[in-house]
């Protein structure tokens, strides 16, 4: 079955140190991949997306994702976080054939960048 | 600001009773998606439509139902409500049939409480 797994519901870290956010993902065939951050009350915006190409994907906000197909993961990571990147953040895929252009997410990851 | 809209902001109602909520797609896109993010069932794909037809179909309940007008607006109907029916229900667009490697635009969500 075809399936999105973010590792860990929630990571708290430090201002100004590194933090990656796991995301792996079950399936044979060929997929899109997508961050999209949640900030309180808000909707979702996206950090950055895999199509193809350079298995290194940067986003905005200082953002990256490395995409590693025999691992079939995608995680998220970023040099030094700041309070403001204090949100949820959720990995999706398009699993494509027939689940169209439809999103499939994974749980989210509760970040708290404490100072 | 995504420049996806959506109508209410929050809807508080009771069990047995119908609500329609309403979403504006970006300018321009075609194609518009509702998502249901509850706490049990995280982020969930229930319905697409492409230019007033619908496109895929996802976990969507029967006593829900979508559908897209001639100036792409879409409104979603719930009926029926129970109270696991509360959660925020999002709406996103994307440009044309809305391909897989198309980025989807996030409305800020719907907070629907059924008591």
């Known amino acids: 079955a075809q399936s999105v797994t973010q590792l860990d519901s929630q990571v708290p870290v430090f201002e100004e140190a590194p933090v990656e956010l796991r995301c792996n993902y079950s399936?044979?065939?060929?997929?899109?991949l997508f961050w999209y951050v949640q900030y309180p009350n808000q909707g979702l915006q996206l950090l950055l997306k895999?199509?193809?190409?350079?298995?290194l994907v940067k986003g905005i906000n200082g953002f990256e994702a490395e995409f590693n197909k025999s691992q079939t993961s995608f995680h998220l990571r970023k040099p030094s976080v700041h309070i403001s990147d204090t949100a949820e953040y959720f990995c999706?895929?398009?699993?494509?054939?027939?689940?169209?252009?439809?999103?499939?997410f994974g749980e989210g990851t509760q970040l708290t960048v404490n100072p | 600001d995504s420049g996806v809209t959506q109508t209410p902001k929050h809807l508080i109602t009771a069990t047995g009773q119908r609500v329609t909520l309403r979403c504006s797609p970006r300018?321009?896109?075609?194609?518009v998606y509702w998502y249901q993010q509850s706490l049990d069932q995280g982020l969930q794909f229930l319905i697409q439509?492409?230019?007033?037809?619908?496109?895929a179909k996802g976990n969507i309940l029967e006593r829900f139902s979508a559908q897209q007008f001639p100036d792409l607006h879409s409104e979603l109907n719930l009926s029926s409500l129970e109270l696991g029916d509360s959660a925020l229900y999002f709406c996103?667009?994307?440009?044309?049939?809305?391909?897989?490697?198309?980025?989807?635009?996030f409305g800020p969500g719907t907070r629907l409480t059924v008591l």
């Open positions: 300018s321009g896109d075609l194609s």
């Open positions: 895999y199509l193809s190409g350079s298995t």
């Open positions: 399936s044979s065939v060929s997929v899109y």
């Open positions: 996103a667009s994307s440009p044309g049939a809305g391909s897989s490697y198309n980025e989807q635009f």
């Open positions: 439509y492409y230019n007033g037809e619908e496109r």
């Open positions: 999706a895929v398009n699993f494509g054939g027939t689940s169209g252009s439809r999103l499939t």
